[in-house]
């Protein structure tokens, strides 16, 4: 297969790893902050009635968790298209 073949083939792939990564990130992102601050939901940036601390707090746990899963679902999506192929898609 040809390097550009392998390229526009992995993209689909990658597209759909990316929305699902994004949906297990917000589920996760909403159970963590549920344990940790005991609200059932996540402050707002525009949020009147929310602290500076807690907005930042909820949009740097937010941005971490989000950041760990997308990069766990690409490098497995990779793998996975290694062992599928013999080739690490680019």
């Known amino acids: 297969m040809s390097h550009m073949l392998r390229k526009v083939a992995y993209k689909p792939v990658g597209l759909l790893l990316g929305v699902a990564a994004g949906a297990v990130a917000g589920f996760v992102f ?5 344990l940790a601050s005991g609200d059932d939901d996540a402050p707002n940036a525009t949020d009147e009635d929310r602290g500076w601390g807690e907005i930042i707090a909820a949009a740097a746990l937010q941005g971490a968790i989000f950041a760990t899963v997308k990069a766990l679902v690409d490098r497995g999506g990779a793998a996975g298209i290694r062992r599928i192929t013999g080739e690490w898609p680019d």
Do not use: D, L, S, T
């Open 30 to 34: 909403k159970e963590v902050w549920r």
